[in-house]
């Protein structure tokens, strides 16, 4: 027999999973977000008569413990017209939303990683920085042939917005990228 090396539950009832579920204030469906699988997975499990085994057993023990994890993981309201996700391959680092017309500008980080964050150790950034940041997603304005590219681009004129909204803000050296979302 294999010698334990951590106190984990081997398994997880139905009513404890809807328990847990009830307990963090969620739907069926919001639970499946939350746990990346589909609606009729989390019915099945509320339903079985089984034990439930897997890695959902440690995740919802997890859950039990800091139910308030799950609030860190929650998108914010959309207050503003536009919302830039910035991602590092496929993790959302900070949530960024727009007020161009009143150049206001909301954050919310998802990495305690300051250099992972589109604004590093700054939690309530300005128009300004925002800017600044957008043109720091693209290549320099004094880049030789910057017409060149900015035709391949098919764009009239140099704006850091436009460019990202071709390029997503990639750059070559990283693995940082920008989602637009109206």
Known sequence: ML???????????????????????????????????????????????????????????????EPEFVNKLKVPEKNYPLRL???????VC??????????QVIIKNYTDNVMFRAFGKEEHPDYKMYTDFLESRCFPKSRD??????KDLDLPFYD?????????GRMAEDDFWIRIER
């Not at 989390?42 to 413990?65: A, Q």
Request: aromatic share 8%.
């Open 160 to 168: 850091p917005f436009m460019i990202i909204e071709k390029t997503e």
């Open 145 to 150: 042939k910057m017409k060149l590219i900015l």
């Open 3 to 65: 010698k334990k090396l951590f106190v984990t539950p081997e398994y997880i009832t139905a009513n404890e999973i809807k328990n847990i579920r009830k307990q963090l204030g969620l739907t069926q469906k919001e639970f499946a977000l939350l746990v990346n699988c589909s609606k009729s997975t989390v019915e099945r499990w509320e339903t079985s008569s089984e034990p439930i085994v897997g890695p959902i057993v440690l995740l919802l023990k997890l859950l039990e413990r």
């Open 85 to 91: 996700w910035y991602m590092h391959n496929q993790t």
């Open 94 to 103: 900070t949530v960024i939303d727009v007020d161009e017309v009143n150049q």
